[in-house]
């Protein structure tokens, strides 16, 4: 729980850290890591584009017979990455996004 409310206050520091599991050597050479583990930032390119957009797309077009490792792992990965995207992209009212306030809890929201 302490990790993911730290994912919440401190985004830029995980968005950094490399915890994003990528078995296919295909799709680590596709994003351009070297290890078996990316970061959030790996995913993206310098405009902000999501890497894995269109092969994520093509593979949920495929019925599941249809799908070879590549697109499997694509899909797995992509899962991965919309967890983060929720961690990152929802910020719940009352939780600020850096650092602590020192207001009481029955003051927040």
């Known amino acids: 729980m302490q990790a993911f409310m730290d994912m919440i206050v401190h985004p830029e520091f995980w968005k950094k850290q490399e915890m994003i599991y990528i078995k296919e050597q295909s799709v ?4 351009g ?7 959030f930032n790996d995913c993206f390119d ?3 584009k999501y890497k894995l957009q269109k ?3 093509d593979a949920f077009r495929k019925k599941p017979v249809e799908r070879n490792n ?3 792992e694509i899909i797995k990965v992509d899962e991965r990455m ?3 995207m929720m961690v990152f992209g929802k910020y ?3 939780v600020p996004r850096t650092g602590f306030t020192k207001q009481p809890l029955d003051q927040l929201g």
Request: net charge neutral.
């Open 28 to 31: 680590r050479d596709l994003l």
């Open 33 to 39: 890591v070297k290890t078996k583990q990316a970061s």
């Open 46 to 48: 310098a405009s902000g």
């Open 55 to 57: 092969y994520a797309e």
């Open 70 to 72: 590549f697109d499997k």
């Open 82 to 84: 919309n967890v983060f």
């Open 92 to 94: 719940p009212e009352n």
